[in-house]
Nanobody, 122 residues
Framework: QVQLQESGGGLVQAGGSLRLSCAAS????????MGWNRQVPGKEHELVTT???????NYADSVKGRFTISSDNTKNTVVLQMNGLKVEDTAVYFC????????????????WGQGTQVTVSS
């Protein structure tokens, strides 16, 4: 069992930056996939970014060039650096992890954090 806790959300003006951090209660060194999703009330989860097998990084087109995901296995954290924020980035951001190779193939997650609110004002 791994518990995930996000932090770093808040209110920022458009064009600003935020750094989200996800702390895991245990080691994530063997995680097959880690990532961030976001959700706007009334809409489905949207994939933001993933790290697969520790090296393969992908971003949604909507955040490419603005967001950067990284992981620190020594600190058991996954970080999402968000620059050039837009009003449409407003959402609850969730970090997620899975240790299953099958989950990595299908971009599925076993463990989820509670989420952190990001609000971007115009």
């Amino acid at each position: 069992q791994v518990q995930l806790q996000e932090s770093g959300g808040g209110l920022v003006q458009a064009g600003g930056s935020l750094r989200l951090s996800c702390a895991a209660s245990g080691s994530i060194a063997s995680a097959k996939i880690m990532g961030w999703n976001r959700q706007v009330p009334g809409k489905e989860h949207e994939l933001v970014t993933t790290i697969t097998e520790g090296t393969d990084i992908n971003y949604a087109d909507s955040v490419k060039g603005r967001f950067t995901i990284s992981s620190d296995n020594t600190k058991n954290t996954v970080v999402l650096q968000m620059n050039g924020l837009k009003v449409e980035d407003t959402a609850v951001y969730f970090c997620a992890v899975s240790f299953s190779p099958a989950d990595a193939v299908h971009i599925l997650y076993t463990y989820w954090g509670q989420g952190t609110q990001v609000t971007v004002s115009s």
